[in-house]
């Protein structure tokens, strides 16, 4: 068990390296001009030498990825290039919301998901279920951004009208909590909830055909506890491990709402950073999502490791 | 139940003429299959006028006189600047600029179909390549593939592909279509690769392998003839599910002004442009939002259709692949 661990835990140090230096790559070869971006229109070409001298920038290739690599392993994410704050500040400002977002979404789409799908399971063929998988497939088909559209035209003017600052730029999170993040929570979980519904109504069909199944229908124990106690519990580990596996990749892909909410999360630092040029704080976010990803498959793993021996030898 | 009446349909009286047997290949029956479903058709029927809407894209600029880049400040736009809705001489309303929204749809509806058609074929033929050789190679080479989907899988996916469309800034409507569909097809065959290197990692042990191999056939030989085509049937499903998800992300992309670069409209930077004023100009929500909602839901039954009609065995109401 340990060995799996600690082979699990080099592999992610590893990941996190390929995608630091992939990451390192795409942004040394990128055309913003960071020092165009600092210094103005107006500036001089000494004072863009001075600039890129200051930031490092007038060194071989190979150096600037030494003291990358060298700042990394101490834990240090580097400073904006743009106001010179610590990455790792910035980030912990931002992360917050971010996180606030992405666990809002997922229990609106852990728990919608689960009970959808065993309700469809339970009444599989019947008008209900015919209704869920109609909603499925429309769900599948909507692309986050749209349903993000489609809920501010509908209610925003409500919400403007209730006093809730939604487009101003980064009020503190507390104020109106849960009239702002409630529309962002929605239109991040709505296409989940139809792929969990359909992963959960899956698992349960599954199960509810497998004969301990009926051998404890034949014992006369109540249906309500057969698809529950029996049912639910042994078809909700494949919901729980991909479930695990989304949480970690979805903080990656807050952008959008981000951006149509005006929430001042990490997914609007790094689009304004991309947009900028100002590399540490895009490299380290990239490497703080990365971290997240492998966090959360490396949980899994593990945690599936222990309900299921069978994965820990293969 | 249905192939038991089948079944009996097939049983002929003794006395009577003795019926030709007719040989139809799987293809053939799962074309009967894929008919018989009402609603996979009835998609296949609207993606085939999306097709003609988008096809079509230059004609509707002729009639109209309205090219998709041509703003009409004079008639698309009122006294006080809004733009005017649907009525006789722009259709489908005008954007904000004071653009055709119908030509534009139509001009989008290319790069969508386009985009999301390009990319999943891309996908599954990188995917199919790296699967089968990770799975039926092994050793060595399957650790490094199979190791390379895993990370291409653990990437913040949105985030890199900003960062490409930004670092390969690219000024011309065409590269920056390319662009959006090498990147799309990036971060699509890894999944797909997966599902495939599994399904060959199972062929390999099979029989007719072992008879191929005992003949005196080659790797290469193997791979293409007896492997591939057993493929085939999963790599339809899987490249025809991928079509909307590459339609979505293009959209996503386009939205956030990193895919498709204008003046070349596309769904998505449609809906991107005209979010400051949809309180006041809903069509131009509505019309980009509509269209893309109905190409990926008939892709997606199209996809489900397909998937069924290929696998007898699969019930779609069985919830069971």
């Given at each position: ?17 390929l995608?630091?230096?992939l990451?390192?790559?795409f942004?040394?070869?990128s ?79 852990f ?63 507390q ?37 301990y ?8 124990i ?11 519990r ?81 | ?38 609603l ?28 998709y ?29 004071g ?60 985030l ?21 569909i ?43 003839v ?8 999963q790599?339809?499903?899987l ?64 996809g ?5 009609a ?11 692949k």
């Amino acid at each position: 068990m340990l060995r799996f661990v600690i082979r699990r835990l080099l592999y992610s140090v590893l990941v996190l390296w390929l995608v630091a230096t992939l990451v390192f790559v795409f942004l040394h070869i990128s055309p913003v001009p960071v020092e165009r971006v600092i210094g103005g229109p107006r500036a001089t070409t000494d004072t863009l030498a001075q600039i890129r001298a200051n930031l490092g920038l007038d060194q071989p290739v190979i150096v600037q990825y030494g003291r990358f690599l060298g700042r990394l392993l101490r834990g240090d994410l580097g400073d904006s290039y743009i106001n010179g704050t610590s990455v790792a500040a910035l980030v912990r400002d931002r992360l917050p919301t971010t996180l606030w977002l992405v666990a809002g979404a997922g229990v609106i789409w852990f728990v919608g998901g689960v009970v959808t799908g065993v309700y469809s399971a339970t009444r599989a063929r019947g008008a209900g279920d015919r209704l869920v998988t109609l909603f499925v497939l429309i769900g599948l088909s909507t692309p986050p951004f749209v349903m993000a559209l489609v809920l501010l035209y509908l209610f925003s003017t409500k919400l403007g009208e209730a006093g809730v600052p939604f487009f101003e730029a980064g009020p503190p999170l507390q104020e109106h909590f849960l009239q702002r993040m409630i529309l962002p929570w929605i239109a991040l979980a709505f296409l989940m909830v139809a792929a969990y519904t359909r992963l959960t109504r899956g698992a349960m069909l599954d199960v509810l055909g497998e004969d301990y199944i009926r051998t404890a229908r034949a014992k006369g124990i109540s249906p309500k506890r057969v698809v529950y106690r029996h049912g639910l519990r042994s078809a909700l580990t494949p919901v729980v491990t991909q479930f695990g596996i989304d949480l970690g990749a979805l903080i990656g892909s807050t952008i959008v709402t981000e951006k149509v909410f005006g929430l001042q999360g990490v997914g609007q630092l790094v689009y304004q950073s991309i947009n900028l040029g100002d590399t540490p704080v895009i490299i380290g976010v990239t490497l703080m999502v990365t971290l997240f990803v492998v966090l959360a498959n490396l949980l899994v793993d593990v945690g599936y490791s222990f309900l299921d021996p069978r994965v820990r030898l293969s | 139940m249905s192939s038991f009446t089948e079944l009996d349909s097939e049983i002929v009286p003794v006395d009577a003429e003795p019926r030709r047997v007719q040989g139809r290949t799987p293809w053939q029956l799962a074309w009967t299959r894929f008919r018989r479903d009402r609603l996979a058709v009835a998609s296949l029927v609207v993606l085939a006028l999306m097709v003609v809407f988008a096809a079509l894209a230059p004609l509707w600029a002729h009639w109209t006189g309205h090219p998709y880049d041509a703003t009409f400040p004079k008639t698309a736009l009122d006294p006080s600047g809004q733009p005017v809705g649907p009525g006789r001489h722009f259709w489908l309303g005008a954007d904000q600029l004071g653009r055709d929204v119908l030509v534009r749809a139509a001009y989008g509806a290319r790069i969508s179909l386009v985009v999301g058609v390009a990319a999943a074929v891309l996908a599954s033929v990188i995917g199919v390549a790296v699967g089968v050789l990770a799975g039926f190679v092994g050793g060595v080479l399957d650790t490094v593939l199979a190791r390379m989907m895993d990370i291409t899988l653990a990437l913040p996916y949105l985030l890199v592909a900003i960062m490409l469309a930004t670092t390969f800034q690219l000024t011309s409507v065409a590269a920056s279509v390319s662009l959006t569909i090498v990147v799309i097809a990036f971060f699509s065959f890894a999944a797909f690769g997966r599902i495939i290197r599994g399904q060959v990692l199972s062929l390999r042990e099979k029989e007719f392998i072992e008879a191929a191999r005992s003949l005196g056939a080659g790797n290469l030989r193997i791979m293409a003839v007896d492997v591939l085509p057993n493929l085939m049937a999963q790599v339809t499903v899987l490249t025809s599910l991928l079509i909307p998800t590459s339609i979505v992300f293009e959209a996503t992309l386009s939205f956030l002004g990193v895919g498709v670069r204008l003046p070349m409209p596309s769904w998505g930077s449609m809906l991107g442009e005209g979010s400051d004023v949809f309180q006041t100009a809903w069509w131009l929500l509505a019309v980009p939002a509509f269209l893309l909602l109905l190409t990926t839901l008939s892709f997606n039954l199209l996809g489900d259709g397909i998937r069924d009609a290929l696998d007898p065995r699969g019930d779609r109401h069985s919830g069971k692949k």
